[in-house]
């Protein structure tokens, strides 16, 4: 049964909430540890430092709900250009928009997250979210193309979020195929039940006429 526009946007603010935090925190650690001690140093001059307070205010508003994330985040972003900060405000940005239901702005700021890094884990992770926005605004063929050729780590991922728009377009024997795909990625990784059960309610191969 394909999901009602508020219903879509519902279940990408829970996906939001839920993992959003998570993976900014994962690669605030994962820039420090990429860094190492000589990164660290060049970490401290005065343009990276005052980005990393700005960032800092930034995410102090977005944990405490302030108004104006949005705009805040769009400020931090541009005037902290080039630095490692500029793609995780866009995403700070992207999330804020998505609470206010503004799937049009989330999905302009996550194309600006994506512009501003080459780090194929943090590419991974906007071409996610930026999928989610796309199948949120029934834009399901460009959710898709978000959805290629997933860097290590990311394929279950990947083929899971494929199932979820397949079968909401009731490309159900593809929607097998990518959950399929899922779950052998997924085999030996703990929380498969949701998945599983994903899989289970389509109908048997064969069977899907």
């Not at 001690?37 to 005065?46: R, T």
């Not at 959710?143 to 780590?153: E, I, Q, V, W």
């Not at 377009?169 to 703990?190: D, F, H, I, N, P």
């Amino acid at each position: 049964m394909v999901a009602s526009d508020e219903e879509q946007i519902e279940r990408l603010r829970d996906w939001w909430s839920e993992h959003g935090r998570s993976v900014i925190a994962g690669v605030v650690l994962g820039i420090a540890g990429l860094l190492g001690w000589q990164g660290w140093q060049v970490w401290q001059d005065n343009r990276v430092a005052s980005a990393a307070a700005a960032f800092a205010q930034l995410e102090q508003m977005a944990s405490n709900g302030d108004d104006g994330v949005v705009e805040r985040a769009q400020a931090v972003a541009t005037a902290h250009d080039g630095t490692s900060y500029t793609v995780l405000a866009w995403l700070i940005g992207a999330g804020a928009a998505v609470e206010n239901g503004d799937l049009e702005t989330a999905a302009a700021y996550l194309e600006r997250a994506r512009a501003s890094t080459d780090r194929k884990p943090l590419v991974a992770t906007v071409d996610l979210r930026l999928a989610r926005v796309l199948w949120a605004e029934g834009q399901h063929q460009a959710a898709l193309d978000r959805l290629t050729s997933p860097p290590a780590g990311f394929e279950g991922l990947f083929a899971e979020l494929r199932g979820d728009v397949l079968a909401d377009q009731g490309e159900l024997v593809a929607a097998r195929q990518a959950y399929e795909a899922a779950v052998a990625e997924s085999a030996e990784s703990a929380g498969n039940g949701l998945l599983q059960m994903k899989l289970d309610s389509l109908p048997a191969a064969g069977e899907e006429s």
